[in-house]
């Protein structure tokens, strides 16, 4: 009998590791099983229409189930520095004016406004109209606290405070009046304006809540906050009382038909696009490239996809680490590396590749930097060999006894595979003979914001207006160790081309400027461009009217649940 | 039942006890096939750990963007990955790590665990006390949730992943050894060892350690298979190091988002898991019919 028992004792082993290499890809449909976790089930959608509607044919009611990739880290629109919390924070609070995905800026909560001739005022008239989710007015009052708010060091406020720069004071005119005074001019201040991280959050709520606005948002948006449950769902829901849509960016300016939104947190990829494919969640977004040909063959799913604005991904190279100080050294970095086959190999032709430090549809981004610094390993060499970095026994090259070493820091999960572009790049750069040191770690913002210890650091930004790049390029940025920006980069030509950009009334000028930094900024080779991320979302069929913003982000006014 | 076979005739019970044998002799073939098949596995992957180079068509860290995702094939034997890297070379390659971690962990793990228990058992009164109450402690903690708790606390290095591993078996190892200690203490050749004046520190060198080894090497062998599982778990949690070549604990979680698409880059080191740790766990089970005293002794 002893041979079966080995036999049986070894099972548990096998069901182990069956169950690990499983636990990725689980939540397979089952069949036959229906929708409860959702809520979403026609009857529902169906039964609970809302008689204040003004439209009588569009299906009223239900609840979308929208998986989330990562978890937002603040529901404060301040305080948050993270696109994840966007989607969840603009479906509760409202901007004072909307962006059109051609950039023209259209009334939201400010009916109308008015540039001063020095460029250095702004004068809101605001809706009569509109109250936040906790009764309170919204009025000039409100407009001014929510701007000294982000001023304030106290509310410790993250993207919010360089959105709403050269924001200086806010002065009540009259009740529906304000007037906001900047520092100087800026071009790129009424386009911030309509960013969610600025929107207006209820003055009586910042106050009474103060830290804790985060878990308890209060705003005047289409949804109201519910509930948070930590790492597993964001619910909100309909606000009845909502009339003041913009017509700029959605159909419905009115009260939302959705009853509920539920934002579950799925991290696990295979899990959250698993959910959307056996119907147990409506909508998931940050679809894996592999899984977007075969969801898109899926009769029963379709598949949103919208490339975002601002800063595609990029690897900054911290100029303040010897020896990347070097012009020269860094420009044989940048073609040594083979960004078109990383992301042809990663992404399978699903992201487009980035080539300048905008993004291709933000404003005055350069289409000529496109194709223009190809990979090319042989001048990669002879620019290493020519500074005098020359290759040793083992494959490495040296100088003065010191081996050419790059430390790659990189942050954990593997958001958009960004893990997998070091490990690619460390094989590229061992080709030439460079010794890449990749560290993964989940305490990224210590080790690169904190302590500046990285050679190459990735990052993106989605923005709306090229001036974005002051916070990662004008040497008066100091997010690092408050002692440098991101890439270690001090050139004087770059800061005043920067601080003209941003007074430039001339769109034309404008545009021209921005190039100029462009071409600068690759020329110097400051940054190795990677991907442009598009937005994507596979959704069941069902959910109909998605819409999203010029930025990509989701709005939710519009949708409805069909058939 | 009971008395259904009673009535039955002596012949049929005969033919069932022949039948009995029959199967016991067939299954005793079938045990021995098992333990040279893994013996065979074991060899081969030593193999591998040892020379990955000779035995890998590719290198572990060639990335051919022109062929990403390929299906197994006769150039591709386990297919390739989404790095266009070779999975069986990868898997080959891979192969040193994963066992070092296992063999490692397993030998910090069975050392620490054995001078813990050796000094409980030996010394016994209020140290065996106090250990053996901070063991049960540390056996109130699941294995694998003390070893991640520890790989997390740590950091992601090679040797934090072997301590953690090891440190998880410890408690395991100890009382193991101790209870064999004290056994062996109450022998009379203790007793007599003591009459002929030998001292504390010989009698536990020359004769209590040398017979207490046996079921502590049986422990190992098994653990071996434990310890592998334990440490690819943690890898594949992201909890291991992040090097050129991969374990397969890593390769297990960086397919596993690629399963719906293409199956062979988690199952096939999921196969080589499975594969070695259910030969050494055959191994193990073999190796203590052998050394069970209660087994072998006339």
């Known amino acids: 009998m002893s041979n079966k028992r080995k036999i049986v004792r070894s099972l548990p082993v096998l069901a182990l590791i069956f169950a690990i290499a499983l636990a990725g890809c689980a939540q397979k449909p089952s069949s036959g099983e229906s929708s409860a976790a959702g809520g979403a089930s026609p009857a529902a959608a169906v039964s609970s229409a809302s008689p204040s509607a003004e439209s009588g044919n569009t299906p009223q009611g239900g609840e979308l189930s929208y998986a989330l990739a990562t978890s937002p880290d603040q529901l404060d629109p301040h305080r948050s520095g993270y696109a994840v919390a966007v989607r969840v924070i603009r479906t509760i609070h409202d901007s004072l004016v909307a962006q059109a995905p051609d950039g023209s800026i259209h009334p939201w909560l400010a009916t109308e406004w008015e540039a001063s001739p020095d460029g250095k005022s702004y004068t809101f008239k605001l809706r009569q109209d509109v109250k936040f989710h906790d009764g309170t007015p919204f009025n000039a009052e409100a407009v001014k606290y929510n701007y000294d708010r982000i001023l304030n060091p106290e509310t410790k406020a993250a993207n919010s405070q360089s959105l709403i720069y050269p924001y200086e004071s806010a002065e009540v005119l009259d009740e529906y009046t304000v007037k906001l005074n900047l520092k100087t001019p800026s071009s790129a201040f009424l386009g911030n304006l309509s960013q969610a991280l600025v929107s207006i959050v209820s003055p009586t709520a910042a106050e009474k809540y103060g830290d804790q606005l985060t878990k308890n948002p209060v705003g005047s948006g289409p949804f109201k906050f519910v509930s948070w449950e930590e790492n597993s769902q964001i619910v909100v829901e309909r606000n009845p009382d909502y009339n003041w849509g913009p017509d700029s960016l959605v159909d419905n300016t009115g009260a939302p038909y959705l009853d509920k939104i539920a934002f579950k947190i799925v991290p696990e990829e295979a899990t959250r696009i698993g959910s959307v494919q056996s119907g147990q969640i409506l909508a998931g977004e940050t679809v894996p490239p592999q899984n977007i040909a075969s969801l898109a063959n899926d009769a029963k799913l379709q598949i949103f996809k919208s490339n975002t604005q601002g800063l595609p991904f990029t690897l900054f190279i911290n100029q303040k680490r010897e020896p990347w100080g070097d012009t020269k050294l860094r420009q044989a970095l940048q073609a040594a590396i083979d960004v078109g086959s990383i992301v042809k190999t990663l992404y399978l032709g699903t992201y487009d590749q980035a080539w300048s430090p905008l993004t291709p549809g933000t404003l005055g981004y350069d289409a000529s930097l496109e194709n223009a610094n190809k990979f090319d390993q042989n001048k990669a060499n002879a620019l290493f060999d020519e500074l005098g970095w020359l290759k040793g026994d083992d494959g490495i090259r040296a100088k003065d006894g010191k081996k050419l070493t790059l430390r790659y820091v990189d942050g954990s999960p593997n958001r958009e595979k960004r893990n997998d572009i070091a490990a690619i790049v460390q094989q590229q750069l061992k080709q030439v003979g460079i010794a890449v040191e990749v560290e993964i770690t989940q305490d990224f913002r210590t080790v690169i914001f904190e302590q500046g210890n990285y050679d190459i650091y990735g990052n993106s930004q989605v923005n709306s207006d090229p001036e974005a790049l002051r916070n990662f390029y004008h040497s008066g940025a100091k997010s690092i160790a408050a002692s440098q920006n991101l890439p270690g980069y001090a050139n004087a030509e770059v800061d005043a081309l920067l601080d003209a950009g941003l007074v430039e009334q001339d769109p034309a000028k404008r545009e021209d400027i921005y190039k100029q930094i462009q071409q600068i900024i690759i020329r110097d080779a400051v940054i190795i461009p990677i991907y442009v991320f598009p937005y994507t979302v596979a959704a069941s069929k069902t959910v109909e009217a998605l819409k999203f913003d010029s930025l990509a982000y989701p709005l939710f006014n519009d949708v409805y649940l069909g058939k | ?298």
């Open chain 2, 1 to 298: 039942m009971e008395d259904t076979v009673a009535v039955k005739s002596p012949a049929w019970r005969e033919s069932r006890a022949a039948s009995e044998r029959v199967r016991i002799r067939s299954g005793i073939r079938f045990s021995a096939l098992l333990v040279y098949g893994a013996g065979l596995v074991i060899f081969f992957i030593v193999l591998c750990a040892l020379f990955p180079g000779q035995i890998a068509p590719y290198s572990p860290t060639l990335m051919n963007v022109d062929a990403i995702i390929q299906s197994p094939s006769l150039a591709h034997p386990f297919g390739t990955d989404y790095y266009g890297r070779d999975v069986f070379s990868v898997v080959v390659h891979g192969t040193r790590d994963s066992l070092l971690i296992g063999i490692a962990s397993v030998l910090v793990g069975g050392l620490i665990g054995a001078a813990i228990g050796a000094i409980a058992g030996f010394l016994g009164g209020v140290i065996d006390t106090i250990i053996m109450g901070l063991i049960e402690v540390m056996m109130t903690i699941p294995g694998i949730l003390f070893a991640l708790a520890v790989a997390a606390a740590m950091g992601p290095s090679l040797f934090n992943i072997v301590l953690a591993v090891a440190l998880s078996a410890v408690p395991g190892y100890a009382r193991v050894f101790r209870s064999q200690i004290i056994s062996i203490k109450g022998r009379p050749f203790i007793a007599a060892a003591r009459s002929v004046g030998a001292g504390r520190v010989r009698i536990f060198a020359r004769h209590v350690l040398p017979n207490a080894w046996a079921p502590l090497l049986v422990m190992a062998t098994i653990g071996l298979g434990t310890s592998i599982l334990v440490g690819s778990g943690l890898s594949f949690l992201g909890l291991g190091v992040i090097k050129e070549i991969p374990d397969w604990g890593t390769l297990l979680s960086q397919g596993r988002g690629y399963l719906t698409v293409a199956w062979w880059m988690s199952t096939f080191p999921g196969l080589a898991i499975t594969l070695l740790v259910l030969s050494v766990n055959l191994l193990g089970d073999k190796l203590r019919d052998r050394l069970d005293p209660k087994k072998n002794r006339i």
